[in-house]
């Protein structure tokens, strides 16, 4: 068995459940949305984006998990030793115009996750939800929550986010992650929304939508941050890249690079090329992992990005989750296998600990 | 390799899925238009549940079609509830991937009763 941390998995978040956690007066807005049966991803004032396509017959059921024991067991069902824990629904949350109302929400959340999620079931870390429309409130509400060490991480909602997370009015949780010692965690999901990446709504179904979505995403808001230099301007800083796979990171990395040699002057915040910083405190997750008809080509771009770079992640029970064999069938070495799957996960998230630390835990399961 | 009786042609009628299981191995049986299959209950892609999945149509759209959508062959493919990829029953091929194929077992009706030799 290889020691397996899935850097991505979520939880059902639904209005009713995060309302005993929200203060007056915004939880009788929870309240008042609990109980309506909205579809995934759909919900007024809550996850807001438009689902533009019609059911097509044959398509898979929607998964979600409700609680802490039903995530541990499954988590050990598909071999993963350690979970971190997303939202489902509040992917969409950066959507939420009103920030007050936004702030409220994320510190339920935040509450919610430490009070049903992180406190019996062995092997479960949560990621704190950012809440990008109050950056100052985030940031105070990071280093109280911080404290809390099953917290391993501050998700930053990535999708309909605006301004990209590179401006600067977000410094202040930046500083606040890196005053923590806990990375940044950039995740999005597929949004119709008037902010980048935007105008999916001119794709005529989800197939295209989901093409762009999350790798638009993340290669707007890799440049984003690079193009103020939060690397350079957040030194101590660890900012993982999640759910567009790993393929697109080659490509951002070269690119990056060499437009840097011709603009150098025009980002000298950057005092060593865009390739040097992401090698060093930037990492990219696998799911949703390619599958190239020859896996070696896989295992090669792995190398192109770095062995040390890439973590695993299944984005557990979503439609499109990777199980870890997706993973571990990849012909490539058993060392390697190891660092995908669980120690470069070490390197970034610190506070979950090492496998002899938890062997008791892993025996019991295994 | 042995045959194995899994129940008579009255509990397999047309239309039908069921999981059943054969010296421990799951198995999903599956008559279509009245010829019976029989499959592993394991995704050749990420191993996934397979059979579990949905019987239904598909979705065409060709040149025959002259570019309209067309649902065609309701109950000849299976979807795996894991990744929602297509299956075509009678030849165990995936729709959108011609190298992802899952295999069949020989299935035979004998005297009314059903085998699946494994």
């Known amino acids: ?43 007024p004032g809550f996850a807001p984006n438009f689902r533009l396509d019609p059911p097509i017959r044959g398509m898979h059921p929607y998964r979600s998990v409700n609680t802490a024991r039903e995530m541990r067991e499954e988590l050990t069902e598909i071999g993963v030793d350690v979970g971190i824990l997303f939202p489902d629904h509040l992917l969409l949350f950066a959507a939420i115009p009103h920030p007050e109302y936004a702030l409220f929400l994320s510190r339920a959340y935040n509450r919610w996750l430490l009070d049903r999620w992180l406190r019996d079931e062995p092997g479960l870390y949560g990621a704190l939800l950012a809440c990008p429309q109050d950056p100052e409130g985030s940031a105070r509400d990071i280093e109280e929550f911080a404290r809390e060490d099953r917290i ?21 949780i930046f500083a606040a992650a890196e005053a923590a010692d806990l990375p940044v965690v950039l995740h999005s999901v ?127 029970p979503h439609h499109d989750f990777d199980h870890p064999r997706a993973l571990l069938r990849l012909p490539m070495p058993q060392d390697l296998k190891r660092k995908i799957m669980g120690e470069n996960a070490l390197r970034v998230f610190t506070r979950i600990p090492a496998p002899s630390a938890v062997g008791a835990d892993s025996e019991e399961r295994a | ?59 065409i759209c060709n040149a025959a079609t002259e570019w309209k959508h067309q649902w065609v062959r309701d109950g000849e493919f299976l979807t795996c509830p894991w990744h929602g990829i297509e299956f075509e029953i009678a030849t165990g091929r995936a729709l959108a991937n011609p190298r992802l194929r899952v295999r069949q077992y020989p299935i035979s009706v004998d005297q009314g009763l059903v085998k699946i030799t494994l």
Not at chain 1, 152 to 172: C, E, K, M, Q, S
Not at chain 1, 192 to 208: D, G, K, T
Not at chain 2, 29 to 42: D, K, M, Q, R
Request: aromatic share 10%; proline share 9%.
């Open chain 1, 1 to 43: 068995m290889v020691f397996t941390v899935d850097c991505d998995v979520h939880v059902n978040d639904t209005p009713g459940a995060l309302a005993p956690y929200c203060d007056l007066p915004w939880r009788h807005s929870l309240e008042d949305l609990d109980g309506a049966n909205y579809p995934y991803l759909q919900i």
């Open chain 1, 152 to 172: 391993v991480a501050i998700y930053l909602p990535t999708a309909g986010v605006n301004p990209l997370w590179g401006h600067r009015r977000y410094d202040p």
């Open chain 1, 190 to 316: 597929t949004i119709v929304s008037p902010v980048f990446p935007c105008q999916l709504e001119q794709f005529e179904n989800h197939f295209a939508r989901q093409m762009l979505g999350h790798s638009f995403a993340m290669m707007a808001n890799l440049v984003s941050i690079m193009h103020t230099g939060v690397p350079a301007r957040f030194p101590n800083l660890r900012i993982v890249f999640t759910e567009a796979g790993i393929a697109w990171a080659p490509y951002m990395k070269w690119r990056l690079d060499k437009y840097y040699h011709e603009y150098r002057r025009m980002v000298p915040v950057l005092e060593r090329r865009p390739s040097e910083y992401m090698s060093e405190r930037i990492w990219v997750s696998t799911q949703p992992i390619e599958e190239p008809d020859d896996p070696s080509h896989l295992v090669e771009t792995i190398r192109h990005i770095g062995e040390d770079r890439v973590v695993f992640a299944s984005d557990w």
């Open chain 2, 1 to 59: 390799m042995a045959e194995h009786v899994i129940g008579t042609i009255d509990d397999f009628p047309p239309g039908s899925s069921r999981l059943v299981k054969v010296r421990n191995v799951e198995i999903g049986v599956f008559n279509v238009g009245g010829t019976l299959y029989a499959l592993p209950n394991i995704c050749p892609h990420q191993a996934g549940p397979l059979c579990e999945g949905t019987v239904n149509g598909t979705m």
